[in-house]
């Protein structure tokens, strides 16, 4: 898909992606409930909501940094209608919110902060459009060459007390809304990754499992990521080529949670421990 729809550019029915945009930090700043956009922002496509991310990312970048990388969203069907959506959603990744572990985060800073546990890569190549494929896309062989190093992260995101039972009204502001990030903590970078996991399933058969205050928080595998965390990497490549972008060389990609969003409070400490890396850490003021 494009990040700009060029029919209704031409009947000139596009909404302004600055005016969601500039809404959407103003709501940030307020820490604002999740609400609809008002009538004439709302977004009533997907171009026109990842046009509105674009200009999102633009504004932060200001104070959170340049891009660095991409992060995927929705990566499962259950997620996806959840939002009203048929498709995972990418939103990108801020240098300045990317922190190593250990990490510490005021709980008071969001709307309502949330937490997730997955498997970041950073890449050594470009992954632009793929040349002499039958289809010209992406898939988990093609990106493999890329992946210079794999590190366990933990997303940190903000729903602004997002209603749930009404998040099916609101897919295309969450995609607009930069799929809620506010950055990630990263663990300590692997490059011998392939010598991971089992010889046919490598990353995807990584566990992982989160601890809070100590205590077991659930568990997880790599397959649970798209079947495999480099399909994930493929589909997250083939949205920024699909946007007339690519992921670049030194991005870094988080792929989806690989356990159920944890909703800290003040005072918690959070472990993430993805099998084959050091455990990492965030703590809650």
């Not at 392939?194 to 100590?214: H, M, Q, Y």
């Amino acid at each position: 898909m494009s990040g700009l729809d060029f029919a209704a550019i031409l009947q000139g029915t596009m909404k302004d992606p600055d005016a969601l945009a500039r809404w959407l930090v103003q709501q940030h700043q307020d820490k604002a409930t999740l609400r609809a956009a008002p009538q004439s922002l709302e977004p009533a496509s997907t171009p026109e909501a990842i046009a509105a991310q674009e200009a999102f990312v633009r504004m932060k970048s200001a104070v959170c940094g340049a891009p660095a990388g991409w992060k995927i969203a929705l990566a499962t069907p259950v997620m996806q209608a959840m939002v009203g959506l048929n498709a995972p959603i990418a939103g990108r990744l801020h240098a300045r919110q990317l922190v190593e572990s250990p990490a510490k985060t005021a709980w008071a800073e969001y709307g309502r902060l949330l937490v997730e546990f997955e498997i970041a890569v950073r890449l050594g190549a470009d992954l632009k459009p793929p040349r002499g494929r039958g289809t010209h896309r992406h898939d988990r062989h093609s990106v493999l060459d890329a992946v210079d190093a794999v590190t366990a992260a933990m997303e940190i995101a903000d729903d602004r007390q997002a209603d749930y039972a009404k998040m099916s009204r609101h897919g295309l502001l969450l995609l607009a809304d930069n799929a809620w990030n506010e950055g990630a903590v990263l663990g300590r970078w692997r490059r011998d990754w392939r010598s991971l996991g089992t010889a046919n399933d490598g990353l995807a058969s990584l566990r992982g499992r989160a601890l809070v205050n100590g205590e077991d928080a659930g568990s997880g595998f790599g397959r649970d990521l798209m079947g495999h965390p480099l399909q994930a990497l493929a589909w997250l490549a083939n949205e920024a080529n699909d946007r007339g972008s690519y992921l670049a060389k030194g991005d870094i990609a988080i792929l989806g949670s690989l356990l159920p969003s944890k909703f800290p409070t003040p005072g918690d400490r959070y472990e993430f421990q993805l099998e084959g890396f050091e455990p990492i850490f965030l703590r809650v003021l």
